[in-house]
């Protein structure tokens, strides 16, 4: 068997980090069941974004401030990037609801260590959409990085639950948000109130789902389950579903049917999304340079043209092509973002996009 790439025993971890998180979320006996969910995605989204750094040969190590060759060591170990480090690295923009969600978790993290225990079943209902959409993101950054086969749809199961499908339990819930410390109920306020509204509003930084009760004759090719997707819906029933209050919230993942090549570029797409992620310009001579000088795959007329990075490559036996990942194309804008980056990535100097084209051309004449 062919020995595992050097990033694949922390996306392990990642992956049962996120899988116990679930487990005691979904845990009523549990009586800190969201202060570990909190506590166990928190390292679940660490490894996973220290195992893109691995993959992407991201140095996310700290170094001395006064002896940039000398590392940061605790107990012998080198001090490595904490999450929010990581996060800032992955999502540059503080604009973006992903680090937004994230960014309020690991601020929630520090206040529900070692404290408001009693609040933590108060805390889960008041949450429970931003926890959510804290796993949804999750997914989608562990299958979009490392494919679908990562998914943690093979492994978790939707729960059985009341929620609020009677006007009991609807008016037991209400009741029950009330019993949030005042300083926690002030701590998430303040929180999105520092947002911009276009955040708030987004799936990304809370995840909203409304369920409604079918009565619906018995059918052998039936689910237990059935759902309806918003842009599916005709513009009445979109009219008819704002108006229904909260009754429930779940987890919908969209089902990938088979096809070849999903999610996979081709030259020129990645050429163009690396030309729009750099300052420097990016092209087709650019990518070949880049694939060559890093053996990314094997050259023309190899008879071996299997032998690819399966990270950032793969190759298409029928169409006798080779397709690249968009993990490829974020190594590219990580690398090539600076100067230094971009000469070791492609061997060539970097040209910024302001120089005149025709500067350009004369430059590579010369």
């Not at 069941?33 to 190590?61: N, Q, T």
């Not at 943690?152 to 006007?167: C, E, N, Q, W």
């Not at 704002?242 to 990645?270: A, H, N």
């Not at 163009?272 to 070949?288: D, M, S, T």
Request: hydrophobic share 35%.
């Amino acid at each position: 068997m062919p020995r595992p790439p050097r990033w694949q025993s922390t996306l392990d971890a990642s992956i049962d980090e996120a899988c116990l998180a679930v487990r005691l979320y979904n845990d009523s006996a549990e009586s800190r069941a969201f202060e570990g969910f909190v506590i166990h995605m928190h390292l679940a989204w660490l490894y996973l974004l220290h195992a893109e750094f691995v993959r992407d040969d991201v140095d996310f190590r700290y170094r001395d401030p006064k002896q940039k060759r000398r590392l940061l060591k605790i107990d012998g170990e080198p001090k490595r990037w904490e999450l929010e480090r990581s996060m800032k690295e992955r999502w540059p923009s503080d604009s973006d609801p992903v680090r937004a969600n994230l960014a309020l978790f690991i601020r929630l993290r520090n206040r529900l260590e070692h404290r408001h225990a009693n609040a933590d079943e108060a805390l889960m209902l008041n949450l429970a959409g931003h926890a959510h959409a804290l796993l949804v993101n999750y997914e989608a950054e562990l299958t979009s990085q490392f494919g679908e086969q990562q998914s943690l749809a093979v492994r978790l199961r939707l729960p059985i639950f009341v929620g609020t499908f009677t006007s009991q339990g609807e008016q037991a819930l209400r009741s029950f948000r009330k019993t949030l410390p005042p300083d926690l109920r002030s701590f998430v306020t303040d929180y999105e109130s520092g947002l911009d509204d276009s955040i708030v509003n987004d799936s990304k930084f809370e995840f909203r789902l409304r369920a409604m009760v079918e009565l619906a004759p018995k059918d052998p090719d039936a689910i237990a389950m059935q759902f309806t997707r918003y842009e599916d819906m005709t513009d009445g029933e979109r009219e008819f579903a704002e108006e229904l209050g909260r009754r429930g919230q779940v987890i919908v993942r969209d089902k990938k049917r088979p096809v070849s090549g999903l999610g996979r570029l081709m030259p020129k797409s990645v050429s163009e999304k690396v030309q729009e992620g750099i300052p420097f310009i990016f092209n087709l001579n650019h990518f070949a340079a880049a694939w060559k000088r890093k053996k990314v795959r094997p050259p023309a007329r190899d008879p071996h043209p299997e032998r690819t990075n399966p990270d950032f490559c793969e190759y298409d036996e029928p169409t006798k092509t080779y397709r690249y990942t968009p993990a490829y194309v974020s190594h590219l804008i990580n690398k090539c973002g600076t100067e230094k980056g971009f000469k070791d990535i492609t061997g060539k100097d970097p040209q910024p996009k302001a120089l005149d084209q025709n500067e350009v051309n004369e430059d590579n004449e010369k």
